[in-house]
């Protein structure tokens, strides 16, 4: 067989490839060729055809047919092979094939190698891709070389027990008694290295950091090399641009660091020589700021005195003027650390950071947008505002969410006025509405609605900015929904904030109803108009071009739409008396976390809700006490009372994620219990499955869950079935059937039921109070449980009726479910 | 410490790969492309400084060739850069006005003199004529290895 080609042939041939599949050709007829020459069991041309092999590993081909030959190398005695095998063993093995222990036995032989060179060759490879068995293995072996005198052995030495470490860290103890004179060594490559190990070790133990502060007096030594460095002459062999030993000197730096956190013995000992290296230090090139960078670190992390400090922040500062942009790069992002500890001094530097702002590198745009927010506050605020306003006009996509809610975080915290808050929410809806975080509308409705003298001027510019432009989300869902509410301030201009502009009624009508037609309004926003033209019934005289339009949609084809279409009729025709009541203004609002996600919510009408609720008509004490009740009989805190949900519509939906909850529309006859707060949920996929109302629920036979009886007594008895009859499996739709077999009816009944915190809970209205005597009829009623981590179902219910003139009530615990009914 | 350390060419092939911690295959793939792809994106005039899930990418070019060297988030970017131009120096004094071919045709030689820069992400040595001095007595070696009269003047 002809001798294999040489890896230089094989490169050039390789590279006159025109096409890929050429490629490809020319590399598996070679990988053919390396094959059978495995397979020959070729001493002479093994190192040759795995370095070819690595080549062709490179250019992204697989080579692992060549671990076994690496390894074959490496127990070769001829150097040549040793230093390819060694390299193809960095290349193609790692701790993942079981191959790389066979290795071990090599290393071992290696690192005890006459010629230092072979004896580099195991420790490198060993320190770089050891696992943690041949660390185990293998680590009295590098601690004898960490003793030895021969420092080029020393520091390969020193990042070899480094890296076994790091695999394995209850070795570390073994290398300890070997680090005593490391830092004597006169030869830079054993200092450093030793350094690092010295770092490895105060990082991960506190043991070995207060060993190292207290007993083996390490700060001093540092302090004294350190001084070397700096004062000593020009030394050729380790200088970089007029400074000796850079790497070193950082190096050092951080192990000060680590060793002077927290600890004010260390950072006195330093602080010295601290300051002499900020003051020295030449900083015309790179280099010199690199170290610089690192001293101000330290400074920052130890426990320095303030005059220090202030040297820190001050290197800093002049840092952000530097041309170079890697440098102000790096100073913006220790500032945004320091920001928090050292606040004054870098408001200092705050008209170069927002300077910065304008920088043409996306890098450093970023961090001065992120420091540029922790400067805000409120003695700044204005200034600063225009600055942020100004960047978020012109900067770039990717910038504009996190601008937006950050100015919208420091409007809140630090607004100097009502009008100039609502302003700059004006300025980012218009300039970035698209971009706003999704919770943002819901926060600035309520933020306007809490501001009650300005309504007027608020609804005036939303209006003027709707009739801009309506493709921006977040801008026409408030608008939309200010709107609805001042519609009646817009029309009568009685704006004093500015000039009040003549709207008719017809004029915002097109506007809304433009909204609705529109190919940029998205389903929500629809909803979100609709809405508005409803509540515009109650303020605008033209109501019969509003009926008009809310009947149209009744047909709509999407089904929020025409769901929402389908209740306002519903309230034009049966309950119009009632719509003034339900229509009416809004309520100031309990402020939220601005940025907090919106909660789920569970409220039992005691409490006030953290998202919007319409405000009822005046009977809503009676449930509420109610409510108070069914806590204190249910006691214990695992469970979550539920109010019943009776009245038909919620028609004012502030907040995107708040979908209507629609109860029975049809009350049968009989007092109904007086309207209880609905229950506000943000699972809309929850609510979604609930909007098609009743008629699904008589579909018994569905799911296959045996019916149980949870409770009976007394002549009540009460049933249960199930179904799903739904596409979300987590959901359990359970029927009660409420039966009288005693003679007397049991009138003002009411069905109430709680479950734990982890389920939750909706009860659909009752088909009627009147339990009919001797099995006549049963009230039937629908609970809707939300089980999403299929946890054992319990209930505990609650019964109340009129018996015979006399007042029953009951608690039970319900806990004989079938499993298929939360499974 | 740093974790990786790649050579490309202003077309996106690869021409060194140092990885300082052991992964897959395919994640070494995906890596090399989405840092060609990043850097390669980059300004001619930004600063050298980028940010990749929780590490820190500097790269810098030297003619036809990118170094990318990826490293931890407590490492000081500004130094890197030096690490990156010492590595360069060392392969100038190797090779003599280094070029990209240098680095195609010898890249064992470059991964040779990398191990004795740099080790399990660490710097080994700071000093540029001990790395060469060490390069050039190993080379020594293996040419003592094609010589048929080693034996001989051992014993003879």
Redesign the interface.
């Known amino acids: 067989m002809p001798a294999p080609i040489r ?2 042939e094989l ?2 041939t390789i ?1 006159t490839a025109r096409t890929q599949a050429e490629e490809r050709e020319m590399i598996q007829k070679e990988c053919a060729a390396i094959r059978s020459s495995f397979r020959e069991e070729d001493n002479t041309y093994r190192c040759r055809n795995v ?1 070819k092999l ?2 062709m590993h ?3 081909y697989p080579a692992h047919f060549g671990q076994l030959e690496c390894l074959k190398l490496i127990a070769s005695q ?4 040793k ?2 095998g060694y ?1 193809g063993a960095m ?1 193609l093995l ?3 094939q079981d191959v790389h222990l066979l290795m071990t036995n090599c290393i071992k032989n290696d690192l005890n190698h006459s ?1 230092q ?1 072979v004896q ?1 060759l195991a420790l ?1 490879t060993l ?3 050891g ?1 943690s068995e041949m660390c185990r293995d293998l680590a009295g072996e590098v601690e004898k070389l960490l003793k030895t005198s021969n420092s ?1 052995l020393r ?2 030495a020193a ?2 027990a ?2 076994v470490i ?1 695999k394995v860290p209850e070795l570390m103890e073994m290398f300890l008694p070997a680090t005593k004179n490391l830092l004597s060594e006169k030869n ?2 054993v200092l ?2 030793s350094v ?1 190990l010295l770092t490895e070790m105060c990082e991960r133990s506190p043991d070995m950091l207060a060993h190292f502060r207290k007993n083996e007096k390490l700060v001093p030594q540092l302090v004294r090399i350190l001084k070397n460095l700096i004062m000593s002459g020009y030394s050729p ?2 200088d ?1 641009s007029g400074i000796s ?4 000197q ?2 050092i730096l ?1 192990l000060l660091r680590i060793l002077g956190k927290s600890d004010d013995d260390s950072s006195e000992a330093m602080n010295d020589i601290l300051a002499q290296v900020a003051t020295n230090t030449e900083t015309s090139k ?2 010199g ?2 170290i610089l ?2 001293t101000v ?1 330290t400074i920052m992390d130890i426990k320095s005195e303030s005059g220090l400090r202030v040297l820190a922040i001050n290197i800093l500062g002049r840092f952000l003027l530097n041309n170079d ?6 100073a913006l992002t220790s500032l945004l650390k320091t920001v928090q500890t050292d606040h004054n001094a870098v408001q200092r530097h705050r008209s170069t950071i927002v300077d910065c702002l304008k920088d ?5 745009k970023r961090r001065a947008m992120e420091l540029s927010f922790a400067l805000v506050n409120g003695n700044n605020i204005r200034g600063m505002m225009k600055e942020l306003l100004y960047f978020l006009d012109s900067c770039d996509p990717e910038f504009k969410a996190d601008c937006a809610s950050g100015v919208f975080l420091a409007a809140e915290k630090y607004a100097p006025s009502k009008r100039w808050h609502i302003d700059t929410i004006m300025r980012v809806l218009t300039t970035a509405g698209s971009y706003v975080r999704d919770d943002s509308v819901p926060n600035l409705i309520q933020l306007i609605t809490n501001s009650v003298e300005m309504h007027a001027y608020t609804v005036q510019r939303l209006y003027k900015a709707l009739l801009d432009d309506i493709s921006q989300q977040p801008l026409v869902q408030v608008a939309s929904w200010c709107i609805g509410e001042y519609g009646d301030l817009l029309v009568s201009g009685q704006c004093e904030e500015e000039e009040p502009i003549q709207v008719t009624e017809d004029e915002v009508l097109d506007v809304l109803e433009g909204l609705l037609v529109s190919n940029l309004s998205t389903p929500v926003t629809r909803g979100y108009s609709l809405t508005a033209i409803m509540k515009l019934s109650t303020r605008f005289s033209s109501v019969n071009r509003i009926k008009k339009v809310v009947s149209i949609y009744g047909s709509s084809i999407d089904v929020e739409l025409q769901q929402r279409a389908v209740e306002y009729n519903a309230l034009f025709k049966k309950y119009d008396h009632m719509r003034p009541a339900l229509l009416e203004r809004m309520p100031i609002m309990e402020k939220t976390a601005t940025n907090g996600p919106t909660e789920i919510v569970q409220t039992n009408g005691e409490t006030e809700p953290s998202v919007v609720e319409p405000k009822h008509p005046p009977p809503v004490t009676q449930p509420t006490s109610q409510a108070n009740d069914l806590l204190d009989l249910l006691g214990g805190n695992d469970v979550v009372p539920v109010i019943q949900t009776t009245m038909p519509t919620k028609p004012a939906s502030a907040g995107g994620e708040l979908l209507d909850l629609l109860g029975d529309l049809s009350l049968s006859g009989g007092p109904a219990p007086a309207p209880a707060p609905s229950v506000p949920s943000s699972q809309p996929s929850f609510l979604l499955d609930g909007l098609s109302s009743q008629p699904l629920f008589n579909d018994i036979a569905a799911a296959g869950i045996p019916p149980m009886t949870a409770y009976n007594k007394n002549g009540l008895k009460i049933e249960f079935t199930f179904e799903r009859a739904n596409p979300n499996p987590n959901i359990a739709v359970i029927t009660i059937h409420a039966s009288n077999s005693t003679e007397a009816d049991m009138t003002d009944f009411v069905f109430q039921a709680a479950v734990p915190k982890t389920f939750q809970l909706q009860l659909l209205s009752p088909s009627s109070n009147i339990v009919p005597a001797i099995n006549q009829g049963t009230v039937t009623q629908v609970i809707r449980v939300l089980n999403p981590q299929k946890q054992q179902l319990r209930m505990r219910i609650k019964l109340t009726y009129t018996h015979k003139g006399s007042a029953v009530q009951d608690l039970a615990e319900v806990n004989n479910f079938p499993p298929q009914s939360w499974q | 410490m740093m974790r990786f350390l790649l050579l490309f060419s202003r077309q996106g092939k690869l021409r060194l790969q140092k990885w300082f911690t052991p992964m897959s295959d395919r994640e070494k793939k995906k890596i090399i492309r989405d840092m060609t792809t990043m850097v390669l994106a980059r300004q001619p005039r930004s600063c050298n400084f980028l940010h990749w899930k929780d590490l820190k990418i500097i790269y810098k070019r030297y003619a036809s060739l990118y170094f990318c060297l990826a490293v931890e988030n407590q490492e000081n970017e500004l130094l890197a850069l030096e690490v990156i131009h010492r590595y360069v120096e060392l392969l100038d004094k190797y090779f003599g006005n280094v070029c990209e071919l240098d680095i195609i045709f010898n890249f064992e030689k470059a991964y040779f003199i990398l191990d004795e820069f740099l080790m399990g992400g660490e710097i080994q040595e700071t000093s540029k004529q001990i790395v060469n001095r060490s390069i050039e007595a190993s080379d020594m070696l293996q040419e003592d290895d094609s010589s048929e009269w080693y034996e001989v003047e051992l014993f003879g």
């Open positions: 890896l230089r490169i050039r590279r370095a690595l080549y490179m250019l992204g001829k150097f040549t092979d230093r390819i390299l290349l790692d701790e993942r010629t060179y580099g490198c320190g770089c891709m696992s080029y520091k390969k990042l070899c480094v890296h790091r830079h490559g450093h290295t690092v062999e380790h970089v030993d850079p790497f070193l950082v190096r951080r790179n280099v700021n690199a960078y690192e670190l942009k890697n440098i102000r790069y790096v043409l590198d996306v890098s450093i």
